[in-house]
């Protein structure tokens, strides 16, 4: 699934400058695979983030999160959080943040999604 920035926000890319995403040549994708409890992002068809998570019977334990060394810190773990949290939430699926960035993510930085933790 293609996102444009507008949908999930925006963060650069650290070589050109240019918001992932944008420009002639920047595509910007979010994938669920499922089957290997995992999303990942991908600019331009290369992987530059993970998220691994384990399926439980009404929740997903968020164990990890990964971000190529290159594109840290212009948000990008940022945005592969929101848009899996975002996944949760129309699938009716309650989050265990296991993983320290996630929690942190999710208790300091956007209460909204405080609804998601699981009891």
């Known amino acids: 699934m293609?996102?444009?920035p507008a949908d999930t926000g925006v963060s650069s890319d650290i070589t050109s400058?240019?918001?992932l995403g944008q420009g002639p040549t920047r595509t910007r994708e979010f994938e669920?695979?499922?089957e290997h409890g995992r999303f990942r992002m991908l600019v331009d068809g290369r992987e530059v983030a993970v998220l691994d998570y384990?399926?439980?019977p009404d929740r997903w334990n968020i164990v990890h999160t990964f971000t190529d060394p290159a594109v840290r810190g212009f948000g990008v773990a940022?945005?592969?959080v929101q848009y899996?949290?975002?996944a949760?939430?129309?699938q009716g699926v309650h989050i265990v943040p296991t993983c320290p960035y996630v929690s942190w993510?999710?208790?300091d930085r956007h209460p909204e999604y405080r609804d998601l933790i699981a009891d």
Do not use: I, N
């Open 78 to 80: 940022s945005d592969l």
């Open 88 to 90: 949760a939430r129309e």
């Open 17 to 19: 400058g240019e918001p």
């Open 54 to 56: 384990r399926r439980l």
């Open 105 to 107: 993510w999710v208790t």
């Open 2 to 4: 293609t996102e444009s």
């Open 84 to 86: 899996t949290l975002d």
């Open 32 to 34: 669920h695979l499922a």
